[in-house]
C-alpha cells in the first residue's frame, strides 16, 4: 500500500459534494433565466487564451495573478483571469456573425493565484453579462437594473448598489494637473476597502504630494451615503471637477431612468468606486450585501468602450457587470438565505425483489414521462438500507410496486396511499410540491 497516492487538492482549490454543487446548480438556473427574460443570449470561450490577449491591457498587478506558462508546443499561454477580456477577443473574432447590440452572458470559472481567503478562491465562477454595439445611456441602466433584478430573483433584496463615473473623476485629477497619473490614482484609490484610508493616503501622496492626496480623499469621501443624496453628491462633484461634462450627463440620465422605474432606492452614487482593472472607461459599480458588507462587493463592473479595441480597428462600445458566484454563495449562506435542498429526485421505487426490476423501471419510467423525476433502487436490499439512501439523497417519496398495485409513501411524514395509478400519483406529488 506505500505506492498509494494521497488524495488532496490544491491550496486555493475545493471539491464540491452534492449537496454544494445543487445548491450552485440551483442557484446558476435562476440567474440564467433572469438572463434571459432580458435577452441575454448564452456564448462560451476557452479556458486557456494566448497570454498576449489576455494581459494587453492590464496592469502588473494582474499580470501577478495570472496563471501563465508554456504549453507543450512552446506558446505563452494563460488561463482566463476574468470573462470580460476573452469576451472582447471574441467579439473582434466574431464580429461579422454577431448583431448588434449584442447581449451576452457566460458563466464559467476563472482562476486567479491570489491569496486564498474567506470566499476568495483561486478557482471560481463567474456569472458575466454585457451589451455591446451601443453608448446609450439606456444600456448602462439595463446592467444596472439587471444586477438588481438577478439578485432579487435569488432572494438577495436588501443591497445597496454603489456607482461612479471615471470620466468625471479623471476631470477631477486633470484639474489639478494629474492626467498622466490617473490611472495609478484609480487603482490606489480601488484599495480602499481593503487596505484603510490611511495607507490609501499614504500612497496617495508618493504618488501626488500630501496636500493633493488630501484633496483626493476628500473628494471621493465628502459625498452624501444614501440614494437620496444622489443629485446633491452629483453637483458637489461636478464643481470640483470645473463644472458638467458629458460624464455628469450620463449620471443625471441614469438616474432619471432609475427615478422612472422605482428602484432608486437600490443605488447610491459613490465616487469611491473606481475598479481596479484599467479598462473601464466609463460608468463603473460595485454591489454590497447591506446585512454582510465586510464581504465586499458580490456584483460589479462597468463600460469599458476601448476593450474591443485592441483586437479590431474599429470601435464598439461595450458595458457589462459580473456576479461573483462563490462569494455570494458565501454571503447567502452566512445570512441564511441558502437553500437546502438535497437532490433533484421526487419518488424513488423501492426494489423489494430483484426479480420484478422490470416492473420497477416499467414504472419509474411511466413517472418520468408525466413529470416526476423518478429512480429506482438497483438492488435487493434490506428496506432500511433503502430508506437510509433516499434520505441522503432529499427524497420525499417512496414507492413499493407489485404486479397488481402500486403504493405510494411519504417518507417524511410516513403516511402511505396504496392502489394509485401512476397518474394518480403524479397528481399527488406534484400537489404537495
Known sequence: MADLIQPRVLKGFR????????????????????????????IDTPALEYSEILLRKSNGETEKQVFRFEDNGGRDVA???????????????????LYFPFKRYHISKVWRGEKPQ??????????????????????DFEILDLMRSALSS????????????????????????????????????????????DEVKALLAEIAGAETADEILAYIQGAGTAPEDF???????????????????????????MEATGTASSFVLDPSITRGLDYYTGVVYE????????????????????????????????????IGLDRLIAGLEQLGLQGKKAGFTDAAVFCQDSADMALYQKTASALRALGIACETFPDQKKLPQQYAWA????????????????????????EAYDGLSTEEIAKKIKEAN
Open 231 to 257: 443629485e446633491a453628491t452629483l453637483s458637489l462633484l461636478e464643481r470640483l471637477a470645473g463644472g458638467p461634462g458629458e460624464d455628469s450627463r450620463r449620471l443625471r440620465d441614469i438616474h432619471a431612468f
Open 79 to 97: 488561463l482566463r483571469f476574468d470573462l470580460t477580456v476573452p469576451f472582447a477577443r471574441f467579439v473582434a473574432e466574431h464580429r461579422e456573425e
Open 391 to 414: 434520505e441522503k439523497k432529499g427524497v420525499r417519496w417512496g414507492l413499493f410496486v407489485a404486479a397488481d398495485k402500486i403504493s405510494l409513501k411519504d417518507l417524511t411524514t410516513r
Open 118 to 139: 474567506a470566499g476568495r478562491y483561486r478557482e471560481f465562477v463567474q456569472c458575466d453579462f454585457d451589451i455591446v454595439g451601443s453608448d446609450s445611456a439606456a444600456v
Open 154 to 197: 435569488i432572494g438577495v433584496t436588501s443591497v445597496t448598489i454603489r456607482l461612479s463615473h471615471r470620466g468625471l473623476f479623471n476631470r477631477f485629477l486633470a484639474s489639478r494637473g494629474l492626467s498622466g497619473k490617473s490611472e495609478e490614482i484609480l487603482r490606489t484609490v480601488d484599495k480602499l476597502s481593503k487596505i484603510g484610508n
Open 15 to 42: 471539491d464540491f459534494l452534492p449537496a454544494q454543487e445543487i445548491q450552485r446548480a440551483l442557484l446558476i438556473e435562476t440567474l440564467t433565466t433572469a438572463f434571459r427574460s432580458s435577452g441575454f443570449v448564452p
Open 287 to 322: 454591489t454590497f450585501l447591506n446585512d454582510l458588507p465586510g464581504i465586499g462587493s458580490v456584483c460589479s463592473g462597468g463600460r469599458y468602450d476601448n476593450l474591443a479595441g485592441l483586437y479590431m480597428k474599429d470601435r464598439i462600445p461595450g458595458v457589462g457587470s459580473s
